[in-house]
């Protein structure tokens, strides 16, 4: 069973004002600071898993098709290792298109052969693909989490079998992950939260709606709890809105909601596709940029725009390629005798003062 000890600091990651998680593990952050490009940048990663990768050759990056049954890539040369990165994202996902790339990349970095697969909130899918890395004798596994403990036996399997496996973007703490690379979603929630009361944004009594793609995901679980952390004490109440995961019908149901509930006096997005669709949504109901405060995630080119168009106050970016590169990184570090039992918390929130830090890195 892989040691879940956390190592002596990594100087090169770590970054000051971490707090620890649990007895086991340390939170590891790379950017957590509301308008800031303090922490690493994405060339700063890269150095650092270019420092790591220093013993091995570089590979050429070749295309597949994953066992697990879906869309991916295998990158990395064969035979110095094997590691699998699933993720439940859609193909046209943003966040896992880019992250996607970041695990491609770090095949490269490394020189190891990296199978990924996305598969589109398809969870027996993503069972197989997980129970087939099991299977091949994986040298690592990194998987998302798509609803809380639907892995946790799986995990278990993999750790049972000497196979470390590491989560990202949404996490799994009880169960026998090593790591985590990712937004802390609950705390996502709560700096949504905080900046509309600490802006004078919201006011007690207040209603917010929180539109998302899928309610009772965990992500919208989590972003939510964070939410109404910071609101219950300002008697501001929330509204979860399931607009679905299609563009065209999210956007229409959008819209008839704003229609029809004329009291929303702000917008939290609890998902990129939601918030790509804030401007469409409040220009069908006549408003103008600036009159109903929004902020939410900003992982997309459209909700850049948002912002420096005026329409999106804030939006938090979990730096995608991050939650792809980094969790091959350590489990690659595990493989050749080091430790990596830390987690590393990948968000920050930008405006329209900071944007172009962040837009350069969208599609």
């Avoid at 790591?179 to 007690?204: I, R, S």
């Avoid at 964070?226 to 819209?255: C, H, W, Y």
């Amino acid at each position: 069973m892989i040691s879940r000890r956390r190592s002596a600091p990594l100087s090169a990651l770590q970054k000051v004002g971490s707090s620890p998680r649990n007895t086991k593990l340390r939170r590891t952050t790379v950017m957590n600071e509301p308008e800031s490009t303090g922490g690493l940048s994405r060339r700063g990663i890269l150095g650092i898993a270019g420092g790591v990768a220093a013993s091995f050759g570089l590979a050429a990056c070749t295309r597949g098709k994953d066992s697990g049954g879906g869309s991916g890539s295998t990158s990395g040369a064969q035979g110095s290792g094997t590691y699998y990165w699933i993720s439940h994202g859609a193909p046209n996902d943003q966040v896992h298109v880019i992250a996607n790339k970041g695990a491609t990349r770090a095949g490269k970095d490394l020189g190891v052969t990296v199978r990924t697969s996305l598969h589109n909130n398809d969870i027996p899918s993503h069972q197989q693909a997980i129970q087939s890395a099991i299977a091949a004798k994986a040298t690592g596994i990194a998987t998302s989490i798509p609803q809380a403990k639907v892995f946790n036996d799986l995990i278990k399997q993999a750790t049972d079998a000497g196979i470390p496996v590491v989560t990202f973007n949404q996490d799994e703490p009880d169960s026998e992950r090593v790591a985590y690379v990712g937004a802390d979603l609950k705390n996502a929630g709560a700096v949504w939260a905080h900046y509309l009361v600490d802006n004078n944004l919201v006011k007690p009594g207040d209603k917010v709606w929180l539109p998302v793609e899928v309610a009772g995901a965990s992500y919208q679980v989590l972003e939510t709890e964070g939410a109404k952390s910071v609101f219950a004490e300002k008697n501001i109440s929330v509204d979860v809105f399931q607009a679905g995961g299609d563009p065209a019908a999210s956007l229409t149901a959008m819209r008839n909601y704003l229609t029809a509930h004329r009291d929303v006096n702000a917008i939290i997005g609890l998902g990129d596709s939601v918030m790509g669709n804030v401007p469409q949504a409040l220009q069908g109901v006549g408003a103008t940029p600036g009159k109903i405060p929004v902020v939410g995630w900003g992982n997309n080119k459209a909700t850049a725009e948002a912002v420096k168009a005026g329409w999106v106050n804030a939006a938090l970016w979990q730096f995608p390629d991050t939650q792809g590169y980094m969790p091959i990184v350590i489990l690659n570090m595990l493989h050749n005798g080091l430790a990596g039992g830390y987690d590393i918390t990948s968000q920050a929130l930008y405006t329209k003062k900071n944007v172009a830090n962040f837009e350069r890195f969208v599609q």
